[in-house]
């Protein structure tokens, strides 16, 4: 069913509602003063919310009730960049985005073909769930590999090939109803602070940035992209203000350079980025965006908005072309309002789908003659990074000998596996392993015999590890991914992923 002819709410209070997507924790939907603050919010006029967490066929229901209830079509936004199951359970897991890049090379047509079906997979998932703005693709190009929060959430550090990426997920994704958001404006990639954490600042030149970094947005623009989202972060060669709140960056790059006339996100505003700047939520919309992501209270955000509009601060006609924007996307939402399409999504074949994804994706980075298939007996697990995956992994399953970093002993001329788990989380500040662990490492390697280092994460570990003989990259550590990897060690399936960064940040072990 299309939606035709929305027309804008009455007051001035329920459009300022509009320009809000708030926070919706999808575990506690069970509650019912929780339901009914969330119903309460719908009444006012919220133009959407950001969904956290929950169960699927519960999610499903409470959003479906809260679209029957909306005047306008909600927009129901979610981080989904590993499928509908990064966020919401039941549904169908997705290798990372830099995995992705590393199973699809894009002038094999089969590995392309497999690529589309997953994106529409992820689709179906996404509107059987509810959630008709799935906040993908990521357009960040990773130059830096101490990037504490993109790193493998990024395609590649290369322009192009993210740019390839975006526009295949931006597409597919479009195709299917939705409003897919490339994020972060304009260029969360060459950084080594998480915007959770801090407000990054980026000394690049205009021109390198051009050619870098807001290549894959130009691209995404060019493509029809339906929404951006802007990065928190400070780039003094475009302006000393943070992106999101620089009309400069917003209006005059984004919109009048790069043309773009869809919708403008900001990044989430409970992020602490931004925590030293004062009326944020009024400096985001007087830059040019149309909508404030996630404040930390969506009534104080109206608020603030209704009282700057009021006392002349904020124009209304800026917040009348706003709405205009939002509510054009919405008449385009056809069946994500208030119709869940019919039939269930067929998740077994969906899986099938990733799985196929996650063996293509693992690398060989570097290997020696006659070190593969490694044997179960005789070679040394030994266990490092992130010790939640410890504990649980399949690799426990096929190596005999299997010791945490900590407790490792003299590994003098001993064969041995270094397996080490990462992953990229908000508010953690690093995506790598410690300075610790890394240097225990590397004394062990220089007394081992020929050796291996996996990376289950982030890739970029692994240049430090010159020492090995060989160095796999996994790019997550989902069960999957170990999976997958165990097999090409076996020597039951190949090496087939393609390295989706710079190879020379992985140089070749030294001459002793």
């Known amino acids: 069913m299309q939606i035709v002819g929305i027309s804008a709410p009455g007051t001035l209070e329920k459009r300022l509602c509009q320009l809000v997507i708030s926070r919706l924790n999808g575990n506690d939907i069970r509650d019912k003063e929780y339901r009914a603050k969330m119903a309460g919010l719908v009444e006012k006029g919220i133009g959407g919310f950001i969904v956290f967490g929950g169960e699927r066929e519960e999610v499903r229901a409470f959003l479906r009730s809260l679209q029957s209830m909306a005047a306008v079509p909600l927009f129901i936004a979610s981080d989904i960049e590993r499928g509908v199951v990064q966020q919401i359970t039941g549904t169908t897991p997705f290798p990372c985005p830099m995995a992705i890049a590393a199973a699809v090379e894009r002038d094999d047509p089969e590995a392309v073909a497999l690529l589309d079906a997953a994106l529409g997979a992820v689709a179906a998932e996404a509107m059987d769930t509810g959630i008709n703005m799935p906040l993908i693709p990521v357009m960040d190009v990773n130059r830096n590999p101490d990037n504490p929060i993109i790193c493998t959430r990024a395609f590649s550090d290369s322009p192009e090939m993210v740019s390839w990426f975006g526009v295949r997920y931006l597409s597919i994704l479009g195709r299917a109803g939705l409003i897919p958001c490339a994020k972060h404006f304009p260029g969360h990639g060459d ?16 021109t390198d940035l051009m050619e870098t970094d807001i290549l894959p ?20 060669a475009l302006d000393g203000r943070p992106a999101s709140l620089s009309r400069k960056v917003i209006t005059g790059l984004l919109r009048e350079d790069l043309g773009f006339s869809g919708l403008v996100l900001t990044d989430a505003l409970n992020m602490d980025a931004l925590k030293d700047f004062g009326r944020v939520p009024v400096e985001c919309i007087n830059a040019g965006a149309d909508i404030l992501l996630h404040p930390s209270d969506a009534d104080d955000a109206v608020r603030e908005l209704h009282h700057a509009v009021v006392a002349g601060e904020l124009a209304e006609e800026t917040v009348e072309t706003a709405v205009a924007r939002i509510l054009k996307a919405k008449e385009g939402l056809g069946a994500a309002h208030n119709n869940i399409p019919p039939g269930i999504p067929d998740l077994i074949a969906h899986r099938a789908l990733s799985s196929a994804l996650v063996e293509r994706s693992i690398t060989l980075v570097r290997h020696a003659p006659g070190l593969l298939p490694v044997a179960g007996d005789g070679v040394l697990l030994v266990l490092a990074g992130d010790p939640s995956f410890h504990e649980e992994t399949p690799l426990r399953g096929y190596f005999r000998d299997v010791v945490p970093l900590r407790a490792t002993g003299d590994l003098s001329g001993r064969k041995a596996v270094f397996a080490l788990f990462t992953s990229v989380a908000a508010w953690r500040g690093s995506s790598g ?78 001459e002793k």
């Open 191 to 206: 950084t080594a602070v998480d915007s959770h954490i801090a407000l990054p600042v980026i000394g690049k030149s205009r």
């Open 433 to 510: 392993i410690e300075a610790g662990e890394r240097d225990r490492i590397l004394a062990l390697l220089r007394k081992a015999g020929p050796s291996l280092v996996i990376s289950f994460g982030s890739p970029y570990v692994l240049r430090y590890f010159e020492e090995a003989a060989c160095l796999i990259a996994a790019y997550e550590a989902t069960p999957s991914a170990q999976e997958a990897v165990l097999r090409c060690l076996k020597g039951e399936r190949n090496f087939r992923g393609r390295l989706p960064v710079d190879p020379s940040l992985f140089p070749g072990k030294k």
């Open 217 to 236: 947005f130009r691209r995404a623009v060019e493509a029809g992209a339906g929404s951006i989202m802007i990065g928190h972060l400070t780039v003094p």
